[in-house]
């Protein structure tokens, strides 16, 4: 079974800091990786995600992930925190074919920046 | 624009009542999803459709009921017999279930029941 978590639910940085969300993951099979950001009362936007290949994988809004499975981790970054970077973030895990698609879910990590 | 619609935003209904979320994409995707979302549990999975006419139970299906008439649709249920209802509904769309693609979501319905 596959399972998801993400530690700390909320962060806190200052404008120009370095951004660091958490993902640690289980998985019985190679696992695919994502991460979404979530402002107020919207839905979910895909950020990255990791299939095959590179394990750093870019993303838009200039995060990145990296993949490591010794580490079993995806853990998300940005050099440069930006005010507008503000929102919560999930990092998901899908065992594709096995779990017919079905993305497991963290429990969501809130992202706030400081002026 | 292609994407996927849910409405209402918000509703409100009483309790015992039985209410219909609609969930419409028009980005031909052949899978669908709902998930329930509550404040520091993240999405939980619903049910999930990868075909017309067909779909499956998700992790906490209990109390509600979907419907996969068309491919661009995929409303949701929610019954009497869910016991906490109040949350806010997203649904998703994807090209293949199964596969490494993607799920889109919508905009999500909040549902709160008096």
């Known amino acids: 079974a596959q399972s998801v978590t993400q530690l700390g639910s909320h962060v806190s940085v200052s404008e120009g800091a370095l951004v660091l969300l958490r993902c640690n993951y289980s998985?019985?099979?190679?696992?695919?990786l994502f991460w979404y950001v979530q402002y107020p009362n919207q839905g979910l936007q895909l950020l990255l995600k990791?299939?095959?290949?590179?394990?750093l994988v870019k993303g838009i809004n200039g995060f990145e992930a990296e993949f490591k499975k010794s580490e079993t981790s995806f853990h998300l970054t940005k050099p440069s925190a930006h005010m507008s970077d503000a929102a919560e973030y999930f990092c998901?895990?899908?065992?594709?074919?096995?779990?017919?698609?079905?993305?497991?879910f963290g429990q969501g990590t809130i992202l706030t920046v400081h002026p | 624009d292609g994407g996927i619609t849910q409405s209402p935003k918000y509703l409100f209904r009483k309790e015992g009542q039985n209410v219909t979320l609609s969930c419409e994409q028009n980005?031909?995707?052949?899978?669908m999803y709902w998930y329930r979302q509550d404040p520091g549990q993240g999405l939980r999975l619903i049910y999930y459709?990868?075909?017309?006419?067909?779909?499956q139970k998700g992790d906490i299906a209990e109390g509600y009921s979907v419907s996969r008439e068309k491919k661009e649709s995929f409303p949701l249920t929610v019954t009497s017999a869910q016991k906490n209802p109040t949350a806010f509904y997203l649904c998703?769309?994807?090209?293949?279930?199964?596969?490494?693609?993607?799920?889109?979501f919508g905009p999500g319905t909040r549902l709160t029941v008096l």
């Open positions: 998703a769309s994807s090209i293949l279930a199964g596969f490494t693609d993607t799920q889109y």
């Open positions: 998985s019985s099979v190679p696992p695919y």
């Open positions: 990791y299939t095959t290949g590179a394990t």
């Open positions: 998901a895990v899908s065992e594709g074919a096995t779990s017919y698609g079905k993305l497991t």
């Open positions: 980005l031909n995707h052949d899978a």
């Open positions: 459709s990868q075909i017309v006419n067909d779909f």
